[in-house]
């Protein structure tokens, strides 16, 4: 079992160019999540999803894109990088459980706008 | 805005219990009490979660007021490698809802 992994791990983008960063999860988790960390803050949640096919927006969804068309992948796409989204991205998974939810995390992806 | 309140941060001394407090005082009676912590440009990590009965594992112990306003994480025997960002976080049962992580208390553990 690799849990949750992220693809890339580094990426330094100029202003304007797009990439996909890829979650991955063999868990045969329902909801998948994309984060971003910025310095001295806590996590933010840009998109989730709660099954394949399906995505919906989080705190900070703006200049992102996401996509869920097989139930263990989770694209995360940027069109048009910014400054503003250099970040670390986190993306994680849940089973979902009468019993609550538990959220395993990837090992995360830190971007680089210049 | 976050639903929890937590100090920014705390210290305590190796191999003495750790008790972070967090305040969640508008918590429903479907939302559920979750801890993650998140060790220096790591993965955050779940550590414990519990509705209204005290629970413990075989990392921490939860404490959770009879009113459900707040709650006490408990490291009983705090080593070096406790040093994280610990987050409180509220979560429905209903999980179709946005998740809010918050600023989480920076644990120092000192030698």
């Known amino acids: 079992n690799a849990g949750v992994t992220q693809t890339p791990k580094f990426r330094v983008l100029k202003t304007g160019q797009s990439m996909t960063l890829l979650c991955a999860q063999d868990m045969n988790h329902e909801y998948m999540y994309w984060y971003r960390q910025d310095p001295g803050m806590g996590l933010r949640l840009i998109h989730y999803s709660v099954g394949e096919g399906t995505t919906a927006k989080g705190e900070v969804p703006d200049g992102y894109n996401v996509s869920r068309l097989k139930k263990q992948n989770f694209l995360l796409g940027l069109e048009s990088a910014a400054p503003s989204q250099t970040s670390v991205y986190f993306c994680?998974?849940?089973?979902?459980?009468?019993?609550?939810?538990?959220?395993?995390f990837g090992p995360g992806t830190r971007l680089t706008v210049l | 805005d976050a639903k929890t309140t937590q100090p920014t941060s705390m210290d305590c001394a190796e191999g003495r219990a750790a008790n972070l407090p967090c305040n969640h005082s508008?918590?429903?009676?479907?939302?559920?009490v979750y801890w993650y912590r998140q060790i220096h440009s790591q993965g955050p990590q779940y550590i414990i979660h519990?509705?209204?009965n005290n629970e413990t594992n075989e990392m921490a112990s939860l404490i959770i007021t009879e009113d459900r306003k707040s709650s006490t994480l408990i490291l009983p025997h705090a080593t070096l490698r406790d040093t994280a960002v610990y987050y409180c976080?509220?979560?429905?049962?209903?999980?179709?809802?946005?998740?809010?992580f918050g600023k989480g208390t920076r644990l120092h553990i000192l030698p």
């Open positions: 976080i509220v979560r429905p049962r209903n999980r179709d809802d946005k998740i809010i």
């Open positions: 508008t918590i429903s009676g479907n939302e559920y």
């Open positions: 519990g509705l209204k």
């Open positions: 994680a998974s849940s089973y979902a459980s009468l019993l609550g939810d538990t959220q395993y």
